[in-house]
C-alpha cells in the first residue's frame, strides 16, 4: 500500500490547514486510518485515527476541538483539518495504516503502512 501525504506548510498561530493522504493498493473503507507527528528528537505521536467503516474518532488532547480527521472512499483519501493551529503544533506529520480495526488508543507499531511525512510550521 503507498500512502501519500503532501499538504504540509507554514501558517501563522491561528490559521488553518488541511492534510490529505491519498492511499493506492489498499481501500481505506477496511482500515483504521491515523496520522501522527514527529519532531527531531521526540517520539512518533499519534493524533487522529478513523475507523475505515466509519465511527467514532479519537484525538489527542492536545487537539480536541482544533483538529478533525475525515475520510473520502469515493477517493480513498483520509484528510486532517487542522485550525486553531499553535507553534506547538509544529511537527512532521505522517498518514499511516492499520489493517486492522481501530483501538482506543494509538501505538506506531500497529500501523503497518506510511506516508513520506510533511512538514507542518506554525509561526506565533
Known amino acids: 500500500v503507498q500512502l501519500v501525504d503532501p499538504g504540509g506548510g507554514s501558517v501563522q498561530a491561528g490559521g488553518s490547514l488541511r492534510l490529505p493522504c491519498k492511499a493506492s493498493?489498499?481501500?481505506?473503507?477496511?482500515?483504521?486510518m491515523g496520522w501522527f507527528r514527529q519532531v527531531p528528537g521526540m517520539k512518533r505521536e499519534g493524533v487522529a485515527h478513523i475507523p475505515g467503516g466509519g465511527g467514532l474518532a479519537y484525538y489527542i488532547i492536545s487537539v480536541k476541538g482544533r483538529f478533525t480527521i475525515s475520510q473520502d472512499t469515493a477517493t480513498n483519501t483520509v484528510y486532517l483539518q487542522m485550525s486553531g493551529l499553535k507553534p506547538e503544533d509544529t511537527s512532521m506529520y505522517y498518514c499511516a495504516a492499520d489493517y486492522g480495526d481501530c483501538r482506543s488508543y494509538m501505538v506506531v507499531e500497529w500501523f503497518e503502512s506510511w506516508g513520506q511525512g510533511t512538514q507542518v510550521t506554525v509561526s506565533s
Open positions: 493498493g489498499e481501500d481505506i473503507s477496511t482500515s483504521c
